[in-house]
């Protein structure tokens, strides 16, 4: 991820903000009104979406981007691992492992998990976003798990749509410290970037709108963690590794928001995507696929033993 902040000056006193993002990026209007649509663009502590918007000196600018317009097209790498799960001519799922960032962007120009798509099904190229063809939705780096990717524009077209009108059932799992008060309930809160830290995300009112669903389904005394089943509604960058933070329940390992657990090296949060559910874009039947644990995370619940508490 890359994230610039700039202050205006003077001589840009009274411009709209896509004229601003396109000389600070250097790139067309076009792409600029882009970024602004996708709710990554801020002034201030406020995400606008509003092109026209006009700038005042002394605002601050934060350019809070996956791919800075103009790179390269990814390059296809054959020597990189790719675990298919299922495809067919519109669709491919793959099971993303931990440490894997989905697309190039700035300080990861190659090794991702698009580089690898491209050698493997190179009519990518030609779906969607240049820098990220076929990505519908994203994982973080450290995040394991299923990925819904789209091998045809028309495929991609009915996939975002789907994403936007929460019609993708994406279910999570993590384990967290603490434990809910309640078996199962719903996180309502706005997420945007931090202002103290533009790397962290927080709760703020000037975010955007996230919803996530919770489920408790085992809890240990000691250490006081529990296993919870997560289901998003909405898709923000560290909505659920933030979410869960806002109520005290910080995912384990994760390093972002420095909550280790003792006596465990991992180094990654515990959080895997385990279960995309949707509406196939080609044929219309519902289909779901579904994820083990990753080794390391499933080494690290044996570790601790029998859970005190398991939930069906």
């Known amino acids: 991820m890359s994230v610039e902040v700039h202050a205006v000056g003077a001589p840009l006193e009274?411009?709209?903000?896509?004229r601003v993002v396109s000389m600070l990026l250097g790139c067309s209007r076009s792409e600029a009104s882009s970024l602004i649509a996708a709710g990554e663009v801020s002034l201030g502590d406020e995400v606008v979406t509003t092109k026209s918007r006009r700038v005042t000196e002394g605002d601050t600018v934060t350019l809070d981007h996956e791919v800075s317009p103009g790179q390269r097209p990814p390059a296809a790498q054959a020597e990189l691992g790719l675990t298919?799960?299922?495809?067919?001519?519109?669709?491919?799922?793959?099971?993303?492992?931990?440490?894997?960032?989905?697309h190039p962007a700035p300080g990861h120009a190659d090794g991702t998990l698009v580089n690898a798509l491209l050698a493997r099904y190179p009519e990518l190229v030609d779906v969607g976003e240049?820098?990220?063809?076929?990505?519908?939705?994203?994982?973080?780096?450290d995040t394991s798990g299923l990925m819904v990717v789209a091998r045809t524009q028309a495929a991609y077209t009915t996939l975002v749509a789907a994403m936007s009108e929460?019609?993708?059932?994406?279910?999570?799992?993590?384990?967290v410290h603490g434990r809910p008060e309640t078996t199962q309930g719903t996180i309502e809160a706005p997420v945007g970037r931090s202002r103290r830290d533009p790397m962290r995300m927080t709760i703020t009112q000037a975010g955007r709108d996230a919803v996530t669903h919770y489920s408790l389904s085992a809890s240990w005394n000691e250490p006081a963690i529990s296993l919870l089943g997560l289901a998003l509604e909405t898709g923000r960058t560290h909505q659920i590794r933030v979410h869960l933070a806002s109520l005290g329940w910080y995912v384990v390992g994760d390093p972002t928001y420095e909550r280790p657990l003792a006596g465990h090296a991992l180094n990654r949060p515990i959080l895997h995507a385990a279960q995309p559910a949707f509406v196939h874009p080609e044929h219309g039947e519902h289909v779901s696929f579904e994820s083990a644990l990753a080794p390391e995370l499933e080494?690290?619940?044996q570790a601790l033993g029998p859970p005190d508490e398991v939930r069906s």
């Open 299 to 301: 080494a690290l619940l």
């Open 84 to 102: 298919v799960v299922f495809s067919d001519d519109s669709i491919v799922v793959v099971d993303k492992p931990a440490g894997v960032v989905v």
């Open 130 to 141: 240049s820098q990220r063809p076929g990505i519908v939705h994203r994982l973080d780096r």
């Open 14 to 18: 009274g411009e709209r903000l896509d």
């Open 166 to 175: 929460h019609r993708v059932d994406r279910r999570y799992v993590a384990l």
